[in-house]
Each structure stands twice: as structure tokens, then as C-alpha cells.
């Protein structure tokens, strides 16, 4: 029928409701088993017998393959057809699932879980891909709206139900859950969801710069993790140097690709660099407080897995509720200080952490000693992460968007990859750390400074390196400037006229982010490449002669950053899709010419 058409579907007609379904469960197989693995593994290293490195190495083989392809997995999607790709990375990401829930020891489950990245990878790009392409462009916004929001609200109970299949059935049926909704999501799929391409997606793939990428990430990750156990040795010091090698090559490479996974060009936006550099230093302390507490909690405080899940669950829902008005805030105000204030409060939160007490699992003991820190916590998380979404967008041309996004999200997974693999190093874990409670006590005061100390210094870079966008002659108009009281006036209007719902004059060349509402605490949210509003834009500046904006503070601006490679091009280097938390997606991957 006609509204079944690519790019015509309405997000009230049936089509329009199954293809929101589809993709939101698709997504949630990836979200649940990025939030619920923490609060299992303390029952996985007791059935299965492992040490603390096995443990990492659970949590690190999905974030591996995940961050190292999801920018590949992107791009075979534009190729070879969003919803192909999309079934095809739900299909492997259940048998690796199921192999996860039959998994005999470490080595299998570890093994398995790569290969549950690798489906990731995959599935996790073509979700909003394919709301992008199959939705009519006057219902896109509505539908990833709906799509973040369902997402989140996963987001939120996933702690909780994982905690109780934990404590009920067992911790295999973490995974094995998403047989259940592969089967569901498959046939709808292929029924209901039309199938899209890129018609400007041609030459060769940039697989060499996405296999340097992972093998570099896995080397250093392997040094770190062996490092507690082996020592100095020879073969952790090797190992090292190979990672870090292999990451140097990897500049080389994308340097000399005409067409690379990770342009070098985007990062002439000294804004887009110094936001990452922040994004690395957040996601480094969130990645290693969640793989800790999650532990802190059950082997010390005495929780089970379900009280572990559920006591976590504030920050999530602080960011369900505020982060849209968060979002909105800080396009009024500017990055700076979301930016700069966000990282210091979510230290502190993560500093009263250390009020948790050996056996304090009782309800008073939660409400004086968990929920402070978890609610402080969740308070520097809004604050922080709509903000710094909208400035990675603000911060590039329009036409990369979702490249940049793509970027975004997989630095903050590596940044989480990383602080996994180091924390325990650095705090002195041993091997057998997590099966004793006042050794892991120990430890667990040593690294929650450090990662304190991560935010502080993302609060630091945010205060230094990032500035406020100039304000455009439109949105100065608009805010009252040339009226008694200039500017400021205009924003205190603007603010109460936001604040009583009137919303808000939006200067037209600029991105703003669609998922408003998300739960981004493993990482950013990813968006959706805006491929037809760069082409609109670029033929309006080539009628209208526009003169180039002047860089502040020596910040070069939006057309310098991507002079050198034409909008149409971007568009055929891959598009984003992404969503809220852990499923989102990515700007693409870079192919060469034939």
C-alpha cells in the first residue's frame, strides 16, 4: 500500500507502528545486555569458577567488537540494504546469545560475547537507519521521539529485570532472553518494514581501518587486563607496545584513505576535539564505576542481584524525566558550563560512594548511603549528556551529523573499554578480589577517587577549551537584543517563555538532536545523519552567496572543518543511526573508490 512505501510511512498508520516495534526491539536486545551484564557477574564467576580478569574479559569482548565495527556496521547497511543488515545482526546476535547462555566455562562465554558485539555492530546502526529512511519526512522527528523514549524506558527496567532473572532462573537467561525477542522481531521485520539503501554508496569498504582499530583496542586491552597477574612480563610490556603501535598505524591509514572509517578532517573543529577529549574522560569514570559498583554492592554491601539492579535504577530515571529538558536548557545557555559543572557533580556522586559499608544492604542503609550518591550521580548526567550530544552536532557541518555521532558514541565505548581494563590494575585488584569483601572494599575506595579524578578533568578541559557558539542575527532578534535590557533580557524571556511550554524560535542551519529523551549512561545517544537538510542547505548558501562565518576564539568554522571533502560525498561515506544509551548507532564507515 502506499504509505508502506521507503521514505512515505506514517508514524499513526499500522505500517508506521510496526516499524517503530521492530526497530525498538531490535535495539533493546543490545541495550539489556550492556546494562544487565554488570549485575550478573558476580554470579558468573562463581557457577563458572574465574578469576577477575575473565570477568573484564566478559564485559570487554562486547564493547570490543561493538566500538571497533559499529561504524562498519553502519555502512554495509546503506550498501547492502538497512533492513537485510538489521535481520542480519539480530539472527547473529541471538545465536551468539544463545551460545552466551550455554557457554560451559569463561573461554566459550568470553568468545560468545565477542561475537554477541560483532551482531551489535550490526543491528544496533539499522535501527534508527531504518526509521530514518522508511518514515515521511514530516513524521521522522515524532518517530525518533518514540523510538528513544521506548528505549530508554528499556533502558530502565533492564537492571531490574536482569537482576531478577539473576536471583530467579539464573544468570543464563540474561542472555538467553533475546531468543524470545528475535523470534518476534524477524518476521515483522521482514513483513512489515521496507527495505533502503544509499544510491550514493559505492567503492570498497575501509576494513583495514576498522581491524586495526579492534586489533588495537584488543592488544592494549589484553596488557592491561594480564597486567595484575603476569606482572611486567615480557608478553604484557610486547603486547602493549603491538596495541599502541597498531593505533599509530591506524592514524597513517585513515590519514592516506580518500574516503577513511574516521576522517581526519572532521577533527579541524577544534570544538569537536576538545568535546570527544571530555566524552573519553566521562565515559572512562562511567564505564569503570558501573563494572565496579555493580560488584560493591552484592560482594560487600551484601545485595542481591536484583537489589543491586534496582538500586541503581534513580540515576536511570533521573535521566528519563530531565534529559529533554536538559537538552533545551543548554542550547540556551550554551555547552560551557553544562559541560563544566555536569562532571563535578556526578564526582561528587561517585565520591559518596564510598559511605557504602561492608553488610549495609538494609532499607535505611540504602536511603542514607546509596541513593545520595546514585541520585548526585544521575543529577551530573543530565546535566552533561543532552548538552554534550547537541554540541558534538553543533560542532561539524550538518551533512556529517551522523558521522560525528557515530564518532562520539564509539569513543565513549572505548573510553568504558579502557577504564574496565585499567581501574582494577591501578586500585591493586588481585585475581580473586571480587570473592572477598573486605579486599574488595579496599580496592573499590582506591578507584572511585579515580574516577572522580576522570570527571574533575573533564569538568577542567570543559571550562578551558569549549565555547559557547556565537549567537546568529536571527536568534538575536529573537532574544530581545536592541530591547531594554539587550540580550540578557531576551533570555531570561526566552527561559520563562520555555519554561510555561511556548517554546522557542530555532535559528535555521543548525542541529539539534532528535532523541531528546535517552538514557545515555553507557554512552551519548547517537543521531541520525541529516543527509536531505545538508543538500537543502548547501544549494540555499550556493543561490544566496553567503559569506562564511567568522571563527571565534580562533575556532575554525563549519565550512573549513569539511571543506575538503563535498557534502554528497559525506552522504555516501555512511549515515548515522543510533539511539539512546547503549542502542546507538553510527555515521558509517568509509568506503574507497573501485
Not at 354 to 379: E, I, K, M, N
Not at 416 to 429: E, N, Q, R, S
Not at 490 to 504: E, F, P, S, V
Not at 584 to 589: K, L, P, Q, T, Y
Request: charged share 15%; with cysteine.
Amino acid at each position: 500500500m502506499p504509505d508502506a512505501e521507503t521514505g512515505a510511512i506514517r508514524v499513526a498508520s499500522p505500517a508506521g507502528r510496526w516499524v517503530v516495534l521492530t526497530t525498538v526491539l531490535g535495539s533493546s536486545m543490545a541495550l539489556l545486555d550492556s546494562t544487565v551484564i554488570n549485575v550478573a557477574l558476580p554470579r558468573i564467576g562463581k557457577d563458572l569458577g574465574t578469576d577477575l580478569a575473565a570477568l573484564q574479559w566478559t564485559v570487554n569482548a562486547y564493547m570490543l567488537t561493538l566500538a571497533g565495527l559499529i561504524l562498519l556496521g553502519g555502512a554495509l547497511g546503506d550498501r547492502f540494504g538497512r533492513r537485510r543488515v538489521f535481520v542480519v545482526g539480530i539472527v547473529w546476535f541471538a545465536a551468539a546469545s544463545v551460545m552466551c547462555g550455554v557457554a560451559p566455562n569463561a573461554v566459550v562465554l568470553i568468545s560468545a560475547r565477542a561475537l554477541q558485539g560483532i551482531g551489535g555492530a550490526l543491528l544496533t546502526p539499522g535501527s534508527l537507519a531504518l526509521i530514518q529512511a522508511s518514515f515521511h519526512p514530516d513524521d521522522r522527528a515524532r518517530a525518533v521521539g518514540l523510538w528513544s523514549g521506548f528505549g530508554g524506558i528499556g533502558a530502565a527496567v533492564g537492571p531490574f529485570v536482569g537482576g531478577w532473572l539473576v536471583d530467579g532462573p539464573g544468570w543464563r537467561w540474561v542472555f538467553l532472553l533475546n531468543v524470545p525477542l528475535a523470534a518476534i522481531c524477524v518476521p515483522v521485520a521482514l513483513r512489515h518494514v521496507p527495505e533502503s539503501r544509499d544510491p550514493h554508496a559505492h567503492g570498497r569498504f575501509d576494513v583495514l581501518g576498522a581491524v586495526l582499530a579492534a586489533l588495537a583496542l584488543a592488544l592494549v586491552t589484553y596488557a592491561l587486563i594480564e597486567a595484575p597477574g603476569r606482572g611486567v612480563s615480557g608478553v604484557v610490556t610486547g603486547t602493549a607496545v603491538a596495541g599502541v603501535a597498531l593505533g599509530a598505524v591506524f592514524v597513517r591509514v585513515e590519514r592516506r584513505r580518500q574516503n577513511p572509517m574516521l576522517p581526519p578532517s572532521v577533527f579541524a573543529s577544534r570544538q569537536f576535539t576538545v568535546v570527544n577529549v571530555i566524552t573519553l574522560c566521562v565515559y572512562a569514570a562511567l564505564g569503570g564505576f558501573f563494572f565496579l559498583s555493580a560488584i560493591q554492592l552484592q560482594v560487600v554491601a551484601g545485595y542481591s542481584a536484583l537489589g543491586a539492579g534496582t538500586a541503581l535504577l534513580p540515576m536511570t530515571l533521573l535521566m528519563l524525566i530531565f534529559s529533554a529538558s536538559s537538552g533545551e536548557l543548554g542550547q540556551r545557555i550554551g555547552p560551557r558550563i553544562p559541560l563544566g559543572v555536569g562532571p563535578l557533580v556526578a564526582a561528587t556522586g561517585m565520591l559518596l560512594m564510598l559511605r557504602v559499608r561492608p553488610g549495609a544492604h538494609s532499607a535505611s542503609a540504602y536511603l542514607t548511603d546509596v541513593l545520595p550518591a546514585v541520585a548526585v550521580l544521575g543529577a551530573g548526567m543530565v546535566t552533561l549528556v543532552a548538552p554534550l550530544t547537541a554540541t558534538v552536532l553543533a560542532s561539524v557541518d550538518t551533512a556529517r551529523a551522523g558521522l560525528a555521532s557515530g564518532i562520539n558514541n564509539a569513543a565513549a565505548r572505548a573510553a568504558g573499554l579502557i577504564a574496565v581494563a585499567a581501574l582494577p590494575l591501578l586500585a591493586g585488584m588481585g585475581p580473586e578480589a571480587y570473592r572477598n569483601a573486605e579486599e574488595f572494599a579496599v580496592t573499590f575506595r582506591r578507584a572511585m577517587p579515580m574516577c572522580a579524578g576522570l570527571l574533575v578533568l573533564g569538568s577542567l578541559i570543559a571550562w578551558a577549551a569549549v565555547r559557547n557558539p556565537p549567537v546568529p542575527a536571527a536568534e538575536r532578534e529573537a532574544e530581545g537584543e536592541g530591547e531594554p535590557g539587550g540580550r540578557r533580557a531576551g533570555r531570561w524571556k526566552d527561559w520563562t517563555g520555555w519554561r510555561k511550554g511556548r517554546g522557542r524560535v530555532r535559528p535555521e542551519g543548525r542541529v539539534r538532536p532528535e532523541c531528546a529523551v535517552h538514557c545515555g549512561v553507557v554512552a551519548p545517544p547517537l543521531e541520525p545523519a541529516r543527509e536531505e537538510s545538508a543538500r537543502e542547505e548547501s544549494a540555499h548558501d550556493e543561490s544566496a552567496h553567503e559569506e562564511p562565518v567568522q571563527p571565534v576564539h580562533g575556532e575554525p568554522t563549519r565550512d573549513e572543518s569539511v571543506r575538503e571533502q563535498p557534502a554528497r560525498d559525506e552522504s555516501a561515506h555512511g549515515k548515522g543511526a543510533g539511539g539512546p544509551g547503549d542502542a546507538g548507532g553510527a555515521g558509517g564507515a568509509g568506503r574507497h573508490p573501485t
